[in-house]
């Protein structure tokens, strides 16, 4: 959900980790393993919680992939 509750740790929201990618995909692309190791680290989410973090930065046009690799589009920079 992307509406925060009182009950809700804003570390690992929607919107707070993907600040993070976006960030982390602004300096080089990615490979998702990799940038789920790089996101894990700092926010300690599980998996499920980052792919559902890729696909709303994804749905929301802020990314897209070639191959093995996620990077930020162009022209949401």
Known sequence: MLRPTKHEDLS???LVVGNTI???LKR???VAEDLYQAV???HDI???DFFDTVTFL???GF???S???IRIKSRAV
């Open 12 to 14: 690992v929201s929607v």
């Open 22 to 24: 976006l960030k982390r």
């Open 28 to 30: 080089r692309p990615f």
């Open 40 to 42: 894990s680290i700092k």
């Open 46 to 48: 599980s998996l499920s």
């Open 58 to 60: 994804w749905c929301a």
């Open 63 to 65: 990314i897209e992939s």
């Open 67 to 69: 191959e093995y690799e």
